[in-house]
């Protein structure tokens, strides 16, 4: 038993994953390809999109939400536990990036569950909301620029139905949060929106320390 939650040694995470990763073929494929780009920092662990196939089964979701796709891994774990017939709307501003996720969704058998949206994700999120599809989805996964979380985080509670769940990625930002050294922009940011959702009655709240941090929101 412990009173807390255990520190992965190198050795304890190389465990973890060889006793509970599930990963694909293709899923790791595009994680390898996707670990050689400059921007690999950006990619969610694996464990951690097993985890949101989970989630969204658990859910039975039908509707989900991503803000923030880079080069798929994410939107190709959720889109798999969807029905033949559910929708994932995927935000994003890159083509480049986006083009190597279209190419593994196709690969997936899943691109027809993907509506790939490139333009500000506040500006798809308000459309949504425009044209009533407010309290219609059953999951969404924030994980996109860090200043614009709290907008997000407002628009996709609105979408999401009563017991849909919102997941927020790298709220704990590699322990940067509790360094008083650090002080730029998206630190702020993700610090002064922790702090908020805590506080917020409208949703139950669980923050994992899965990857970079995921917080758990379920709507009221």
Not at 37 to 49: D, K, L, S, T, V
Request: net charge negative; charged share 25%; aromatic share 6%.
């Amino acid at each position: 038993m412990s009173n807390q939650s255990i520190q992965l040694t190198p050795e304890l995470y190389t465990y973890l994953l060889e006793v509970s990763l599930r990963e694909s073929d293709l899923l790791q494929e595009l994680r390898e390809r996707t670990r050689r780009m400059p921007e690999a920092r950006m990619q969610i662990a694996p464990e951690q999109g097993q985890f949101m196939t989970l989630l969204a089964r658990l859910l039975g979701a039908r509707q989900a939400l991503e803000i923030g796709v880079f080069t798929g891994y994410s939107a190709l774990c959720v889109a798999s536990a969807l029905p033949a017939d559910g929708r994932l709307i995927a935000c994003d501003i890159s083509a480049e990036y986006t083009r190597i996720a279209r190419e593994y969704w196709e690969r997936a058998g899943v691109a027809d569950r993907i509506d790939l949206r490139l333009a500000p994700a506040s500006e798809t999120l308000a459309t949504l909301l425009a044209e009533g599809a407010a309290g219609s989805f059953d999951l969404a996964f924030i994980d996109a620029d860090k200043t614009g979380y709290a907008d997000y985080y407002e628009q996709c509670l609105a979408l999401l139905r009563p017991g849909g769940l919102i997941v927020v990625d790298n709220v704990l930002w590699n322990g940067r949060v509790l360094d008083a050294a650090t002080a730029d922009e998206d630190t702020r940011a993700i610090r002064a929106f922790n702090r908020r959702i805590h506080k917020d009655a409208r949703v139950d709240l669980s923050l994992v320390p899965i990857g970079d941090g995921l917080s758990l929101l379920r709507k009221r």
